[in-house]
Nanobody
Framework: QVRPVESGGGLVQAGDSMRLSCVAS????????MGWFRQAPGKEREFVAA????????DYEDSVKGRFTISRDNAKNAVYLQMSSLKPEDTAVYYC????????????????WGQGTEVTVSS
């Protein structure tokens, strides 16, 4: 099992870009699908993006398509979320999560989670 640790959050202005990183300890990172979820205050945790064991297998929540890009570097046990054209509604705690092989879309499908990194987008 891998254990993700997120970094890269902070405060930005609307329209800015930011890259979140997630480095996972453990073995066989390349066999895991990695997902990014976010949770805004008072809201449920929601799917943002995911990348499968096969790196070309990616998917995004509709509101971030064209603005966010997920990628992975198996040599570094890392997954990244490049976010551009950020909006105030992107403000949330962002979580990195792992599950074996295939992309999942629900939080319960992932069995290993990071502690989260906070992203605040000011208008």
């Amino acid at each position: 099992q891998v254990r993700p640790v997120e970094s890269g959050g902070g405060l930005v202005q609307a329209g800015d870009s930011m890259r979140l990183s997630c480095v996972a300890s453990g073995h066989l990172f390349s066999t895991y699908a990695m997902g990014w979820f976010r949770q805004a205050p008072g809201k449920e945790r929601e799917f943002v993006a995911a990348i499968g064991e096969i790196p070309r297998d990616t998917d995004y929540e509709d509101s971030v398509k064209g603005r966010f890009t997920i990628s992975r570097d198996n040599a570094k046990n890392a997954v990244y979320l490049q976010m551009s054209s950020l909006k105030p509604e992107d403000t949330a705690v962002y979580y990195c999560a792992a599950r074996p092989r295939e992309i999942g879309y629900q939080p319960w499908e992932y069995n290993s989670w990071g502690q989260g990194t906070e992203v605040t987008v000011s208008s």
